[in-house]
Structure formats: structure tokens, C-alpha cells
């Protein structure tokens, strides 16, 4: 197991898992395992390239929360130990993370992320995407010498997170409901690496393949619910909790699910509530460039009831990720991640 001793004063545990802090044995436990977990990445993405190196610590050495690598340990942790095998895992979650930031930040015109320049604002596009090819590439040896199963649940991850970006390219089929596509986009580009974190951390943990299941499940849907949080902070969040501007992805035109529903509404038989969101959507559609307009637009599906449904489907998302857990036997552990799913739908940022 994980040395437990007394870790890094510098690290700190991320929002939503106060119970392992107060814990004395998993505190220190996470906390230390936390801090291999740094020294892998920053070894893992050194190059003797020099401008391979820069690019690829540009996103690593601005931070993160780490949730994707504690899960890992946590998932561990209820189903056997933490062992050097699940610290490599978690490294690789979070690598594969890390380089899915660069691809996204091209793909969306991102000029910020992580409070610093994104990679593509600095260097061009170019660099920014083969940066992040290069760190996939690191990931992947990572998790080659951890075995067969490992090296398949990378392959397979990959893969939805392609996928899902695709999907989210491409948009809804004409026959399609766009508020299932969107969930399905949000499994393919982030309940896929979560899944995976609880995955590699219960198998390599030494965990019975019923504990492997549920905690790809846990993973799963806990995913959803952080993702569907994200996307409606990003209107109703308070930006000096979240560090967003509010508004941002109605000002880019992209359709998160609050306003989806209100499209839904738009469409459907009630004559009150169609009017309602027909009403709104001539503000969400039109030009947003001006900040008292945005601002204007946000207030306005920020208080419509599209916006507390939305939260109520994260929320629901949040207790089917809890509900998965039953299973386990009482530990600090299993507190701490229904912990972590009720903190993802409480947060204001």
C-alpha cells in the first residue's frame, strides 16, 4: 500500500471531499499518493524536445483539481488498496485529460484555461494539437506496461471521447431528440475518462469484478452530473467562485441543455410555456456581443424553469451514481465519493 506518511504540505485536496481530509488515515493517504501522482505527470511529459517540453507543461504546470486521479484512488481504496499500479493509472487518467484540453481549447477558440493562455493562443493550432497527440502518445505507454485489460480500457476510452467530440461536431440526426444527444455527447467526452478512473483504480486495486462494474457505473453517471453542472454554472455560477464569465456558451452559440429544453418548450403543446421560451429564445439567439445583452440573456434563462430542471436532471443524474454504490460495504472511502456526487450538484462554481 501507499506510504502514508506525512505528504506534501502543498497539496490540497479539491473541492467536495472534505470527509477525506478530516479522515487521519486517508487524508494522509490521498494526500501522498496525490504527490506521486505529480511526480509521474511532470516526469511523463518531459521531452528532450525543447519546445515539446514547454508545450507540454504549459496546461500540467498551470494546475487542476485532480478529480479524475482521486477518483482513482478512491475507487481503490473501496475495492482493495492503493497500490503502484493505481498511482500509474491515475496518472494516465489525468494525461489523457490533460490531453484532451489542447485538442478542445483548438476546437472551441478557447483564449483561456486554467487561468493562462491556452496552447493554441500562444503557439497556433498546429502545435496545440500535435502537443496533445504527443501527451496521448505518453498516456499510452503509460498504460501498456500495466497489462492487457488496462490497455483496452484506454483503447476504449479513447475511442468514446472521439466519438464524442464527433458527435458534438456533428450535431443531432433530424429524427433525433437533441436533449439525448447531448447526453450522449457528455458520455462519450466526459463520463468515458471518469468511468475509466473508478475502472483502473477498483481492477489494479485488486477489487472483485463486481466492485470493477459498479465503480464504471459510479463513474459513469457521476460524470454526467459534473458535466451538466459545468454547463449550467456556466449560467448561474458565481465568477468568483468559478473564475468563468457568465454566459459564455450562449455567447458562442452553444446549446447546453437548459437551453435545449427551452427550444423543447418552444416546440411543445402548452400554448403559456411555447410562448414563454419562444419568447426568451429571440434574446439567446440574437446578437450577445454586447456584455449588457449578454448579460441581459443569462439573467433571463438563469430564472426561467428551464434552468431548475436542468439542475434537477444533474441532480438525478448525481443519485443514480450514489444509488450504484449501495453495494459496497461502509467505509470512509464510499462516504467520500457520494460525497463527491452530492458536491458536484452543490457547487457554485
Do not use: C
Not at 504546470?61 to 473501496?78: I, M, N, Q, S, Y
Request: hydrophobic residues 45%; without cysteine.
Amino acid at each position: 500500500m501507499t506510504d502514508p506518511s506525512r505528504p506534501n504540505d502543498s497539496l490540497r485536496l479539491p473541492e467536495g471531499f472534505e470527509l477525506i481530509a478530516q479522515d487521519s488515515h486517508l487524508g494522509p493517504l490521498m494526500l501522498r499518493s496525490l504527490d506521486r501522482i505529480e511526480q509521474r505527470l511532470a516526469e511523463s511529459v518531459h521531452s528532450a524536445d525543447r519546445i515539446a517540453d514547454v508545450t507540454a507543461r504549459h496546461l500540467l504546470d498551470a494546475g487542476g483539481k485532480r478529480v479524475r486521479p482521486l477518483l482513482t484512488l478512491l475507487a481503490a481504496e473501496v475495492a482493495g488498496e492503493v497500490t503502484d499500479e493505481v498511482i500509474e493509472a491515475a496518472a494516465v487518467v489525468e494525461l489523457t485529460h490533460l490531453a484532451s484540453l489542447y485538442h478542445d481549447d483548438v476546437m472551441d477558440s478557447a483564449p483561456m484555461r486554467r487561468g493562462v493562455q491556452t496552447a493554441h493562443t500562444v503557439w497556433g493550432n498546429t502545435v496545440a494539437i500535435l502537443t496533445g497527440d504527443m501527451i496521448f502518445a505518453r498516456a499510452s505507454a503509460m498504460v501498456s506496461a500495466l497489462g492487457q485489460e488496462p490497455l483496452m480500457i484506454q483503447a476504449t476510452t479513447f475511442e468514446r471521447l472521439v466519438i464524442g467530440q464527433l458527435q458534438e461536431t456533428t450535431g443531432p440526426a433530424p429524427d433525433e431528440d437533441p436533449v439525448a444527444h447531448y447526453i450522449k455527447v457528455l458520455s462519450g467526452k466526459t463520463g468515458s475518462l471518469i468511468a475509466a478512473s473508478g475502472q483502473y483504480g477498483a481492477l489494479l486495486g485488486g477489487g472483485p469484478r463486481s466492485v470493477v462494474d459498479l465503480m464504471v457505473v459510479y463513474g459513469e453517471k457521476v460524470g454526467l452530473a459534473f458535466q451538466l453542472a459545468d454547463d449550467i454554472i456556466d449560467l448561474t455560477g458565481h465568477p468568483d467562485v468559478s473564475g468563468k464569465i457568465r454566459g459564455t456558451d450562449l455567447r458562442e452559440g452553444v446549446d447546453t441543455l437548459p437551453v435545449l429544453l427551452l427550444r423543447r418548450d418552444a416546440a411543445g403543446s402548452d400554448p403559456a410555456a411555447a410562448a414563454s421560451a419562444r419568447e426568451l429564445l429571440e434574446l439567446v439567439d440574437g446578437d450577445l456581443s454586447d456584455d449588457a445583452a449578454l448579460a441581459r440573456a443569462v439573467e433571463a434563462v438563469s430564472e426561467h424553469p428551464a434552468a431548475a430542471e436542468a439542475w434537477q436532471i444533474a441532480n438525478d443524474w448525481a443519485d443514480e451514481a450514489i444509488a450504484a454504490l449501495e453495494p459496497l460495504d461502509d467505509s470512509v472511502a464510499k462516504a467520500a465519493l457520494i460525497e463527491f456526487a452530492h458536491g458536484v450538484v452543490h457547487r457554485r462554481g
